[in-house]
């Protein structure tokens, strides 16, 4: 698979991951943010709750390596956190209660299995 195709496939799956938190009431904020090498996915405000939330979206066109939500290692969430950090530093922002989701999507399902964690980590 080309650099290509995984950037397409994984704009794919986070262009489902909106749609289905923009169906659950969330209010997209930003998409990409980025900061020194890394990236977090969708930046949303969970409007019920109101929490500003950190999405990270893991796809997979199979389980050969298991669910994608496995993806999402301690490594990982320690520079989601860092980044987050950054964000909300960056904003000013200080007076909102924040999580981390993932959203896991396998692509192997029609139609694809999206898997909402809430709080992951």
């Not at 893991?58 to 989601?80: C, H, I, M, W, Y």
Request: proline share 4%; aromatic share 10%.
């Amino acid at each position: 698979m080309t650099n290509y195709n995984k950037r397409e496939f994984g704009s794919k799956g986070e262009e489902l991951a909106v749609n289905f938190l923009t169906k659950l009431g969330y209010e997209i904020i930003e998409q990409n943010y980025h900061f020194g090498h890394g990236e977090i996915d969708i930046i949303a405000k969970d409007v019920k709750k109101n929490h500003l939330v950190f999405v990270e979206v893991k796809s997979r066109k199979n389980d050969e390596f298991g669910p994608p939500e496995l993806a999402v290692t301690p490594s990982k969430q320690r520079q989601l956190r860092k980044i987050a950090s950054a964000y909300l530093y960056e904003k000013e922002i200080s007076d909102i209660d924040c999580r981390m989701d993932v959203i896991a999507i396998e692509f192997q399902h029609k139609p694809p299995l999206i898997n909402h964690i809430e709080n992951a980590f």
